[in-house]
């Protein structure tokens, strides 16, 4: 055995171990601010602002907590956020499922424009649409509603979602359905029975996409909503903080701590589904 064959086995532990070092700095960047979030919630008020950092707080205290959620309006603002998401979530995807299905099984004049245009508003930042979606909604009446916010968000689901399910539609045998009309299978029986189970997958990552659009939206909430009894969770983490009193870092951290916990929660619950979702979604159009 010569000493190249030895030494190659050797210059592949280094890399691995250099990759391995690289992979925990980034790690450790990454996971730094969600550490430093949890032990601000639970900090006592001495230690939230004195220097240097307390990185290790000396006892647990709850106070933070207590103060983020009572003598608030938490509970009303969970309210609306719920209720925006939930119908966000819904519409957009269920709509999304009926655009990809004729984008991918029928044919008609001007199918590949719509595509391109769905890609084009894809790529356009939610923020460059605000104001003139503030003009429209102005003149109809929707401004200071939630119908007016859940479209705001379901159009700014629409596009990721009708792209991703457009993959799976193609991911499916056009087989599977020819079968079921040769059984008598009606166009709408073939969508539900046959084309829907298969696209469970893609439906669950598309509404992880909204979801996650929808629960963290600050600035759509904050604009469109005149009444602060139908602002959302991500303005109430605003109350905060003012220029008059400053910010309450620790009540602050311990709101974004119960902020985080349903979005945490409902990707624990997906996980699986997700990750085979986009694998399997992933095909060339």
Request: aromatic share 14%.
């Amino acid at each position: 055995m010569t000493d190249q064959t030895v030494s190659r086995p050797r210059r592949r532990r280094k890399v691995r171990w250099g990759i391995n070092i690289v992979g925990g700095i980034f790690a450790v960047v990454w996971v730094f601010p969600v550490y430093w979030m949890v032990i601000t919630a639970i900090k006592p008020r001495s230690e939230v602002m004195t220097t240097p950092p307390v990185f290790l707080p000396t006892s647990i205290d709850l106070q933070n907590f207590v103060t983020a959620l009572v003598g608030t309006t938490f509970l009303v603002n969970l309210r609306n956020s719920v209720i925006v998401v939930v119908a966000a979530v819904f519409f957009s995807v269920l709509i999304a499922f009926f655009a990809a299905a004729a984008l991918t099984r029928f044919r008609f004049r001007g199918r590949r424009g719509m595509m391109i245009a769905i890609l084009v508003v894809q790529m356009l930042p939610s923020t460059a649409l605000l104001i003139p979606t503030f003009l429209i909604y102005n003149d109809l009446g929707l401004v200071g509603t939630y119908g007016g916010l859940i479209l705001a968000y379901i159009a700014t689901a629409l596009p990721f979602s009708i792209w991703v399910l457009r993959g799976f539609f193609m991911n499916i045998p056009v087989e599977l359905e020819e079968a079921a009309q040769m059984d008598g299978a009606s166009t709408w029986r073939i969508l539900w029975s046959v084309l829907f189970p298969l696209m469970v997958p893609g439906l669950i990552a598309s509404s992880v996409f909204a979801f996650s659009a929808a629960w963290n939206d600050y600035i759509y909430a904050y604009t469109f909503m005149k009444d602060q009894s139908m602002y959302t969770l991500p303005v109430w983490l605003a109350s905060f903080s003012s220029p008059l009193t400053g910010t309450d870092y620790g009540s602050q951290m311990a709101a974004s701590l119960v902020f985080s916990v349903p979005v945490i929660v409902f990707f624990l619950i997906v996980q699986r589904k997700l990750v085979t979702g986009m694998t399997a979604g992933a095909v060339k159009g």
